[in-house]
């Protein structure tokens, strides 16, 4: 079955140290991927994706991606947090399921960085 | 427009009532799609659209639920009957394509629906 997990129902992370926030996924062939931020009482947003290339990705707000096909993940990171950075983060993936492409998505992940 | 539209952006409603959301997408995007998502929870997938033609209705709940999509802009997602585990955001987005690779998907700030 094509999917996405994250994990991580929450994370944790002190102000000014780097966060993680994992992705991993299964899907066939080669796959597209997404992250995109969800802060209280709004839509998401996207962040970033990948289709091809560089296995780093780099997005908005001072995030950025790594792609690892060996490993199938796609864990998005940032340098160092901010307070601000506190959101719901989702991972999605575009899958070819019985002919049409669909756009799947992981359950979410809470960031919460701490001042 | 600039971005996915969505309205109501909030909807009280009482058990049993029907309710429309609307959705208009960015201007050009051919491709249109509904989520549902619960209180903090994950996206539910509902609807696609391509054009005015809905190739996957696999997510509808019931057939309570259905959509329509008109000159390929705006869509409609109507609930009949409303029950109160309905309450949920429903959001809509938008892409320019399905099949052109990697195409983003962008959301609107969702529709807040609460059956009382």
């Known amino acids: 079955a094509q999917s996405v997990a994250q994990p991580e129902d929450q994370v944790n992370v002190a102000e000014g140290n780097p966060l993680t926030v994992k992705c991993t996924y299964s899907v066939s062939g080669n796959p597209y991927l997404f992250w995109y931020v969800q802060y209280p009482n709004r839509g998401l947003q996207f962040l970033l994706k990948y289709i091809t290339g560089d296995n780093l990705v780099k997005g908005s707000y001072g995030f950025e991606a790594e792609f690892n096909k060996s490993q199938t993940s796609f864990h998005l990171k940032k340098p160092s947090a901010l307070v601000s950075d506190s959101a719901l983060y989702f991972c999605?993936?575009?899958?070819?399921?019985?002919?049409?492409?669909?756009?799947?998505f992981g359950t979410g992940t809470r960031l919460k960085v701490l001042a | 427009g600039a971005g996915v539209s969505q309205s109501p952006s909030n909807k009280v409603t009482e058990k049993g009532k029907d309710v429309e959301l609307r959705c208009d997408p960015i201007?050009?995007?051919?491709?249109l799609y509904w989520y549902r998502q619960s209180l903090g929870q994950g996206l539910e997938f509902l609807i696609y659209f391509q054009g005015n033609s809905a190739p996957d209705k696999s997510g509808l709940p019931s057939d309570r639920f259905s959509a329509e999509r008109t000159g390929g802009s705006v869509s409609t997602l109507t609930i009949q009957r409303t029950q109160q585990e309905d309450s949920a955001v429903y959001l809509c987005a938008s892409s320019l394509g399905i099949g052109d690779s990697g195409n983003t998907i962008y959301f609107g700030e969702g529709s807040w629906l609460t059956v009382v």
């Open positions: 201007s050009g995007h051919t491709a």
């Open positions: 999605a993936v575009r899958a070819l399921i019985s002919g049409t492409y669909k756009y799947i």
